[in-house]
């Protein structure tokens, strides 16, 4: 399995960017995908994630009504629609793939790390002016 994160960038402080994360090597339809980002000398953290089907997003509550996750299944990508970006989120962002198929979790559970087995290289975000 391979994960490849892109469109990161250095961006103003309330504007936009979109990430993308391309995964390969296994159907991706049938896993939880999720984002995480780590801050220049913080932990990482979570971010949001997806459910399989697409039915069910989770958010940070830093980012809740700010970012926005989606997939497409037909060109196996999970994006990150991040939108009014502040220089706190500025950080290395990971897209993070589950290790078993088809699986439905309680909520706490896509907020762990320990969920995703895979993870993608990361790209930068840098809000600043």
């Known amino acids: 399995v391979q994960l490849q994160a892109s469109g990161g960038g250095l961006v103003q402080p309330g504007g936009s960017l979109r990430l993308s994360c391309v995964a390969s090597?296994?159907?991706?339809?049938?896993?939880?995908m999720g984002w995480f980002r780590r801050a220049p000398g913080k932990e990482r953290e979570f971010v949001a994630a997806?459910?399989?089907?697409?039915?069910?997003?989770f958010y940070a509550d830093s980012v809740k009504g700010r970012f926005t996750i989606s997939r497409d299944d037909a060109k196996n990508t999970v994006y990150l629609q991040m939108n009014s970006l502040k220089p706190e989120d500025t950080a290395v962002y990971y897209c993070?793939?589950?290790?078993?198929?088809?699986?439905?979790?309680?909520?706490?559970?896509?907020?762990?790390?320990?969920?995703?087995?895979?993870w993608g290289q990361g790209t930068l975000v840098t809000v600043s002016s």
């Open positions: 090597g296994r159907t991706f339809s049938n896993y939880v």
């Open positions: 993070g793939q589950d290790k078993s198929p088809r699986r439905t979790y309680i909520a706490s559970r896509y907020y762990s790390s320990s969920l995703y087995e895979y």
């Open positions: 997806i459910s399989w089907s697409g039915g069910s997003t």
